[in-house]
């Protein structure tokens, strides 16, 4: 009988293996210029990319279900068309529902409660005082 004096390690063991990280390391400190080059217009990408995935949160206004809501002015497109912050963080830019509704009234900012039909404003109240 032959006996093997060493002991087979435990996968998960501690040792002196550290793999392939010196590696990475050494060749992003000492890497070509095309490496470094690479990186940073990686890193320049997804900075620039991180706004516009801000704007994701926007939101088709036929997604949203009928109801009464309470949101916040941002920006009036025209007499017909506004752009608001629903309470969700989520925004919307929302049409005029009827000839008789006119957000030429209202000012970015406002607090307003509106009645939403198939993603239409049919009326909406401005909660916020004007003096």
């Known amino acids: 009988m032959h006996k093997t004096t ?8 501690p040792g002196l293996n550290f793999g392939y990280y010196p590696f990475l390391i050494a060749l992003l400190i000492f890497g070509s210029s095309l490496l470094k080059r690479s990186l940073s217009l990686i890193v320049v990408t997804l900075g620039l990319l991180g706004p516009m995935c801000a704007r994701a949160a926007t939101v088709n206004p036929t997604a949203i279900p009928d109801g009464t809501y309470t949101v916040k002015v941002e920006k009036i497109v025209d007499s017909k068309h506004i752009q608001v912050l629903m309470d969700n963080g989520s925004e919307a830019t929302l049409t005029a529902g009827r000839s008789t509704v006119d957000f030429s009234k209202i000012q970015p900012s406002d607090q307003i409660k509106i009645s939403l039909i198939q993603g239409t404003v049919m009326v909406y109240l401005d909660l916020t005082s004007h003096q």
Do not use: F, G, T
Not at 6 to 13: G, W
């Open 6 to 13: 060493s002991k087979a390690r435990h996968p998960l063991e």
